[in-house]
Structure formats: C-alpha cells, structure tokens
C-alpha cells in the first residue's frame, strides 16, 4: 500500500508547487497501464474528519473536525500489486504526493 501523506499546513504552498491535476492524472494512468493497480482513493478534507477512541472501559470518544497529532496528514492511498519492495519503492518514487513536502509509506497489506 502507497499511503500518501501530504504536507503539514505552513508548507501547503511548497505542497501546491510540487504536482498538478495533470501530475496525478497522469500517475493513476501510469499505475492502471502498469496491470498494478489493485485500489485506490483520495480522501475527502480533514475537516470532514471523524475520529473515534474506545477507553479501557469500553466508553467511546467521538471527536468531530480536524484534529490530528501530526504534521502530515493521510491525504489518499493506492494498494498496488508488485513483486517487491524495491519495485513498490520505485513506484513510490513517482508519486506525485512525495513532492512538494509530502511523502508515500509504503507498507505491504497484511494478509491472514
């Protein structure tokens, strides 16, 4: 899984220099021509945001809006099907979201 984490707020206008629509249109043809694409969105604002922690008595704590303890924030994901870890890395690298103060972790989907 490519997790795309875009730029913390006082570096949003590096961020909008760093890719264009053009740069991520581009992209998911890229990854969809490849045969690797598996699935993939972007995610809506974080102020559409809703968070959700269950204390050690099992209450549940809803927090409305953005709130996050990071600088970056999850901004979107591909999962792709590649052989390898350098293959992911590669295509990682390409990503229009590691530009511009952003970055892509790049994870393997666990599987049971």
Do not use: K, N
Not at 54 to 69: H, I, L, S
Request: net charge negative; charged share 20%; aromatic share 8%.
């Amino acid at each position: 899984m490519l997790m795309i984490q875009s730029a913390a707020a006082d570096e949003a206008a590096e961020a909008a220099e760093g890719c264009t629509v053009e740069d991520w249109i581009a992209y998911d043809t890229a990854v969809r021509d490849a045969g690797i694409w598996v699935a993939g969105h972007s995610l809506a604002d974080l102020t559409t945001a809703t968070t959700v922690r269950v204390g050690p008595g099992g209450e549940r704590t809803v927090t409305d809006g953005p709130f996050a303890e990071t600088r970056e924030v999850l901004g979107g994901y591909y999962v792709i099907d590649v052989p390898d870890l350098d293959t992911a890395l590669d295509w990682a690298a390409r990503c229009p979201g590691a530009r511009g103060g952003g970055s892509v972790v790049v994870r393997p989907v666990a599987e049971f």
